[in-house]
T-cell receptor
Framework: AQKITQTQPGMFVQEKEAVTLDCTYD???????LFWYKQPSSGEMIFLIY??????QNATEGRYSLNFQKARKSANLVISASQLGDSAMYFC????????????FGSGTRLLVRP | DAGVIQSPRHEVTEMGQEVTLRCKPI?????LFWYRQTMMRGLELLIY????????DSGMPEDRFSAKMPNASFSTLKIQPSEPRDSAVYFC????????????FGQGTRLTVV
């Protein structure tokens, strides 16, 4: 069964520094996708980045990159040059082909960027 | 496209009343998800549909909860009777086919049952 684990309930980072948010997953399906979403205090869910299980390279989107280690089943989000506006809740999610494209989320990590 | 549209944005109701939450997915998306978000339980998947067919409703907490998707452009989540512990933010999300498409979320419905 698919499972997503985020072990960091909360994290602090100094403005302009990089931060890594951890995500591990469990699946027996060779075909899956991994997503990261940001939820600011206003409540909306904002898509950040996607990594497919067959992608050879780590995904990058601006200041966001995904450190995908398939053998370890981890998909950590790296935010470079943190900004105050990065303070938010961050969710890792997974979608499997075998489970008819069910999309499940981890418990989230609350990131606070300090000035 | 206006994105995923949920209504109402806020709902306050008395315990025992019926509550209906509505969702209009993005046109062309064939998967629709209902999630519930609380501080204690995070973002829980309640039910999802592919091509208007319910695929997995194992996350629906009790028989008091029901969901329908009568056509590709509309879905409802109904709670009858509502209880205070149902208070949460309910999100609807839609996705296109395949693994590589992102989920688009509605703004959510904040439900308060008093």
């Amino acid at each position: 069964a698919q499972k997503i684990t985020q072990t960091q309930p909360g994290m602090f980072v100094q403005e302009k520094e990089a931060v890594t948010l951890d995500c591990t997953y469990d699946t027996s399906d060779p075909s899956y996708g991994l997503f990261w979403y940001k939820q600011p205090s206003s409540g909306e869910m904002i898509f950040l980045i996607y990594q497919g299980s067959y992608d050879q390279q780590n995904a990058t989107e601006g200041r966001y990159s995904l450190n995908f280690q398939k053998a370890r089943k981890s998909a950590n989000l790296v935010i470079s040059a943190s900004q105050l506006g990065d303070s938010a809740m961050y969710f890792c999610a997974m979608r499997e082909e075998d489970s008819s494209y069910k999309l499940i989320f981890g418990s989230g990590t609350r990131l606070l960027v300090r000035p | 496209d206006a994105g995923v549209i949920q209504s109402p944005r806020h709902e306050v109701t008395e315990m025992g009343q019926e509550v209906t939450l509505r969702c209009k997915p993005i046109s062309g998306h064939n998967s629709l998800f209902w999630y519930r978000q609380t501080m204690m339980r995070g973002l829980e998947l309640l039910i999802y549909f592919n091509n208007n067919v319910p695929i997995d409703d194992s996350g629906m907490p009790e028989d008091r909860f029901s969901a329908k998707m009568p056509n590709a452009s509309f879905s409802t989540l109904k709670i009858q009777p509502s209880e205070p512990r149902d208070s949460a933010v309910y999100f609807c999300a839609s996705m296109g086919q395949g693994l590589g498409t992102e989920a688009f979320f509605g703004q959510g419905t904040r439900l308060t049952v008093v």
